[in-house]
């Protein structure tokens, strides 16, 4: 299975693809969109959809794990990112991909075995996990990865659940 992992961000948006199944993963791409923060917001958003379209076009994944949002004190914060992850959402809608949502707190303890890891273990661990010389950089880059990963190792989980409750 290849999956395309978001970590959903007005001014960076993580982007990472893994191939492979529970227990094994291959890194296939990594990086990070950006946008500056005096741009408009829909100028904004566009230059996420763009960057996501070409990326599915480019690694055609099966799925797409996108960070589900969560709640902080700054609105503003959680307003651009859940715009974010929504734009992501809808271009792998688009194309009929099936569209998955992980709490960090899932993401971290599908990778480190701690739902309270930190950023630096998660991508210490992603690193080890995918055999790379060191995390990658910057951060969301990293937990874009991570939800990738995550989606590997638990969609098969998932998929026995709903057939066992249907």
């Known amino acids: 299975m290849r999956v395309l992992g978001v970590d959903p961000g007005l001014t960076r948006l993580g982007l990472g693809v893994v191939d492979g199944r529970p227990g ?3 890194l296939i791409a990594v990086g990070v969109a950006r946008t500056p923060s005096d741009m408009a917001l829909g ?11 070409a990326w599915l076009d480019l690694h055609r994944p099966d799925a797409v794990a996108v960070e589900r949002v969560f709640a902080q004190a700054n609105v503003r914060t959680v307003m651009g990112t859940a715009q ?5 959402i809808v271009c792998a809608a688009r194309r009929g991909l099936p569209v998955v949502l992980h709490t ?24 080890r996990l995918l055999r790379l010389d060191g995390p990658p950089k910057p951060a969301d880059a990293a937990d874009a990865l991570a939800l990738a990963i995550c989606h590997l190792w638990r969609a098969p989980a998932q998929a026995r659940l709903a057939a066992a409750l249907a």
Do not use: C, F, W, Y
Request: charged residues 25%; neutral net charge; hydrophobic residues 50%.
């Open 43 to 53: 100028l904004r958003l566009v230059s996420l959809e763009t960057e996501i379209e």
């Open 104 to 127: 960090p707190s899932e993401v971290k303890a599908a990778v480190t075995g701690s739902g309270r890891a930190d950023k630096a273990q998660v991508g210490a661990m992603v690193a």
């Open 24 to 26: 094994r993963a291959t």
């Open 84 to 88: 974010a992850g929504a734009v992501a």
